[in-house]
């Protein structure tokens, strides 16, 4: 990792920068599956706390989160931990095209990105921003960066001066291959700006 992130700050003063200051990012690691991208779907529009907390209740009111046990828990249980009913829902069509077979997890490491998305946005509910972080996270591809984001917008916004999409997709062609390190230092810069690291 610290050649690749040597390489990407050689080319990057601004990025430099951020490692100077901050040091370098956590990479996050997750296990792959229908867990952990039950996990990513409660994450969408809100705080990174609030959706550790309904997980771990989830967690402790199910144990191990399958989508067996998707199906067979209620809506009002998944209510009585924090899930609102429209991720329920997503939650539960996962299961099942889970439990169907339309979807595999442990096939995604043979397929494409482009193969993978294609499942996923299947999935109500499931938009590109959560296929970026389930790419990122859980199968560790290198070269995702979520402009869908709104901590990677704001922090491109702030240190590079770019305010449309179309021009950050620009400026993250220049982080290619490693635009998921990229991705990783951009988020350290906004949580250290924030104390919450």
Known sequence: MNENLNRLSQNDPILKS???QYGNPVIQVREQGFAALTHIILEQQVSIAS???TYTKLEQKLGKITSK???ETTDEVFRECGVSRQKTAYIKDMA???ISG???FSSFESK???EITSELLAIKGVGYWT???YLMFCLQHPDIIPLGDIAIRNTIKELYDIHEVGKMNELAQNWKPYRTLASY???HHYLAKRNRL
């Open 96 to 98: 099942q095209r889970e």
């Open 18 to 20: 951020i490692l100077r």
């Open 131 to 133: 296929i970026e972080v």
């Open 69 to 71: 046990k998707a199906i």
């Open 185 to 187: 230092i951009l988020w």
């Open 102 to 104: 339309a979807l595999d």
């Open 51 to 53: 959706a550790k907390a």
């Open 112 to 114: 494409s990105v482009e």
